[in-house]
């Protein structure tokens, strides 16, 4: 048996923006400069579970870790539902455990205000070949 964690989707437009910084109009009219949040995440393999470990830019108040609870192949969207809440540390970075199910897969992705993570997949392969289908 072995656990597997996949991404899964590419970055929203607003997170996959090179420069990260967008223009923001203020009361007096001018333009000022507004950094893009980000949220980057990975599944890793740490103390004989899974962690899934990510950093939000700027740092900023909560990040919701959601676990996708239907996806659809056709369209590529998911439903969401909120797994755990965690604070990132002073740099921005956080932590939360995650599981792979028995059969089947499960997608993970990072929330901070608007912005979302790329999803990924876990999953246990019983056989050699085996891919992670979608949950």
Do not use: N
Request: charge should be positive; charged fraction near 25%; glycine fraction near 8%.
């Amino acid at each position: 048996m072995l656990l597997l964690a996949l991404p899964v989707a590419p970055a929203s437009a607003a997170a996959a923006s090179a420069s990260g910084v967008a223009s923001q109009p203020t009361r007096a009219g001018t333009v000022s400069p507004r950094v893009e949040r980000t949220v980057q995440i990975k599944i890793v393999r740490r103390d004989g579970g899974l962690r899934l470990v990510g950093k939000v830019t700027p740092r900023s108040g909560k990040v919701v870790v959601q676990r996708a609870t239907s996806c659809t192949r056709r369209t590529r969207t998911c439903d969401w539902s909120g797994y755990r809440t965690v604070r990132p540390d002073d740099t921005g970075r956080f932590r939360v455990r995650v599981h792979a199910p028995a059969h089947g897969s499960w997608a993970w992705r990072a929330r901070a205000g608007r912005t979302a993570s790329d999803a990924w997949l876990t999953c246990t392969k019983q056989a050699r070949g085996d891919s992670c289908p979608l949950p």
